[in-house]
């Protein structure tokens, strides 16, 4: 059964703090994403990254920036929070897909984490 | 771009009655299609996918149709329960892609 875990479920920040929000899979998945989600505008993806150390910007990756050092931790990175980054954080992970296996393309997503910058 | 649109944001159906979500995509590239089922406070969770190469595919209660011509899919849900009440989310991938696209969202409410 995959397990994605996220280092807090609420989060309380201060405009201009450093914000860090970390997610760890134990499925030994290649894929990691990080999403944020907002009414009426579904998952809107900020980052991801195919392998240790290697990341692409997503559709939203402005003010946000992302680390992975170990294949089961991704960490996402609010350099100076705003106000306008208050939403539900969701991280996901997915294995491989090697060809025609469209079933590897299942994410399974992690519980959330539910920031608000005052 | 909106490339997957979910264009009804909420759905009202009786308990024990069919729920059918809607939704539409627009890059004909895509190959594989996903339901996802979101609960308040909680992260999505996989609920039912299907591959460009088949039109229907069911598990329980649940059956999602493609109609490739119409880049249209549709989740049915037979019959309903109080515990469908969610946020369903459709996804698509194209092979290799390796990332989902999704819509924004339909909330449906069952009724008892």
């Known amino acids: 059964d995959v397990k994605v875990t996220q280092s807090s479920r609420y989060l309380v920040k201060r405009t201009g703090e450093k914000v860090f929000l970390e997610c760890v899979q134990d499925?030994?998945?290649?894929?990691m994403f990080w999403y944020r989600q907002d009414p009426g505008l579904g998952l809107r993806l900020i980052y991801f990254?195919?392998?240790?150390?290697?990341?692409e910007k997503g559709d939203i990756p402005e003010g946000y920036s992302v680390s992975r050092e170990k294949k089961e931790r991704f960490s996402l990175i609010l350099e100076s929070a705003s106000t306008n980054q208050t939403s539900m954080y969701l991280c996901?992970?997915?294995?491989?897909?090697?060809?025609?296996?469209?079933?590897?393309?299942?994410?399974?997503f992690g519980p959330g984490t539910r920031l608000l910058v005052l | 771009d909106q490339q997957v649109k979910q264009n009804s944001p909420s759905l009202s159906v009786q308990e024990g009655r069919i729920s059918i979500l809607n939704c539409d995509y627009t890059?004909?590239?895509?190959?594989?299609f996903l339901w996802y089922k979101k609960y308040p406070a909680e992260g999505p969770t996989f609920l039912i996918s299907?591959?460009?190469?088949?039109d229907k595919n069911e598990d329980g209660r649940f059956t999602v149709f493609l109609n490739k011509s119409a880049k249209h899919l549709s989740l049915h849900i037979v019959p309903s329960q109080p515990g469908d009440s969610a946020v369903y989310f459709c996804?698509?991938?194209?092979?290799?892609?390796?990332?989902?696209?999704f819509g924004q969202g339909t909330r449906l409410t069952i009724n008892p």
């Open positions: 996901a992970s997915s294995s491989r897909t090697g060809g025609i296996l469209a079933e590897q393309e299942t994410q399974y």
């Open positions: 499925m030994d998945h290649e894929n």
């Open positions: 990254s195919y392998d240790v150390k290697m990341k």
């Open positions: 890059n004909s590239m895509f190959d594989y």
């Open positions: 299907i591959s460009s190469i088949k």
């Open positions: 996804a698509a991938s194209s092979q290799g892609a390796q990332k989902l696209v």
